[in-house]
C-alpha cells in the first residue's frame, strides 16, 4: 500500500483529534474511492460524445446567454 500525506488547516486537525476512535486515515480512503467512482461514470458517459472541449465552452455560453435573457423578462 502506498503512503500519502495530506495538508490539513489546524482547526480541522484539532476536530479530528477530538474524536480518536475513528480511523481517518480510512475515511479519507473512502472519500477517495467515491470521488473516483463518480469520475469513472462521467468518464464512460463522455467517452462516446462527439462533444469537443470547444463545443461544450460555446454551448456553456449560449445557456448563459438564454439564462440571462430570462432573468431580464
Do not use: C, F
Amino acid at each position: 500500500m502506498t503512503n500519502m500525506t495530506l495538508s490539513l488547516p489546524e482547526e480541522l486537525h484539532r476536530e479530528m483529534r477530538s474524536h480518536p476512535q475513528i480511523k481517518w486515515a480510512e475515511v479519507a480512503r473512502r472519500a477517495i474511492q467515491r470521488e473516483l467512482e463518480r469520475l469513472h461514470v462521467y468518464d464512460r458517459l463522455l467517452a462516446g460524445s462527439a462533444l469537443t472541449e470547444p463545443d461544450a465552452v460555446a454551448l456553456g455560453r449560449q445557456v448563459r446567454r438564454a439564462a440571462a435573457r430570462r432573468r431580464g423578462r
